[in-house]
């Protein structure tokens, strides 16, 4: 199936465009809608999303890849109030301009981005059976461990040994509760091993390995080694 990039207006936190890219299939031929959300600064060009998003593509899915705009002092410096604010109101107005109506969805986010995630499951905006996909998330905070547990059947978490937010602990929490969890040995917080362009590729090619099986059914194959 053929897509196309596609012009989108979305407004997110105080009436502010969004920086995203759309892809869409032909009326009636997408299999389903996903939607990605970055890192604080880890965008929709990094790999750990870019490529995701391809696979997506190639899947049938309509995609809408949000841009990180919040590596910004004025979301940095924001009491943690606003910052979450900012964020709700960015991600969800990235979800309605994807999901909604649509079969088969998915939410694929990185970093940060898995907070927003979190803040949309509360919210109950993701239907029901979607697909979810957390790329390193921030284990440290105790409601995107509970959300990612209370979804279990349904998530997906990749992370790395070298990551700061890695713990084996909470590894043990994920998997106990019937998570599929990909750890990546040596691999660090921007899904990098340090000094090793190969050992990289190697991670993202182990990714991308169970993100297939994970979108379309199979099993995973477990940590890369």
Request: aromatic share 6%.
């Amino acid at each position: 199936m053929t897509s196309e990039t596609v012009t989108a207006d979305v407004r997110g936190f105080r009436g502010e465009a969004l920086p995203c890219v759309v892809n869409r299939h032909p009326p009636g031929e997408a299999v389903g809608a996903a939607l990605l959300l970055p890192g604080l600064g880890y965008g929709a060009r990094q790999p750990g999303l870019l490529y995701p998003a391809l696979l997506l593509d190639e899947l049938g899915f309509d995609t809408l890849a949000l841009d990180t705009r919040w590596n910004v002092p004025a979301f940095m410096d924001a009491p943690q109030e606003e910052q979450l604010a900012w964020l709700r109101e960015d991600v969800r107005a990235a979800y309605h301009a994807i999901l909604p109506g649509r079969g088969g969805a998915c939410v694929v986010a990185k970093s940060i981005g898995t907070l927003g995630l979190t803040l949309l499951l509360h919210g109950g905006a993701v239907p029901p059976g979607a697909r979810l996909v957390w790329l390193t998330p921030l284990l440290e905070r105790p409601e995107v461990r509970a959300a990612i547990a209370a979804h279990a059947a349904t998530s997906l978490v990749v992370i790395g040994t070298q990551d700061g937010h890695y713990r084996p602990e909470w590894i043990t929490e994920l998997t106990g509760a019937g998570v599929q969890v990909l750890v990546l040995d040596g691999v660090n917080h921007g899904l990098q091993v340090e000094g090793d362009v190969v050992g990289t590729l190697g991670a993202l090619h182990a990714l991308m390995r169970d993100l297939r099986a994970f979108l379309t059914g199979q099993a995973g194959k477990g940590a890369a080694r």
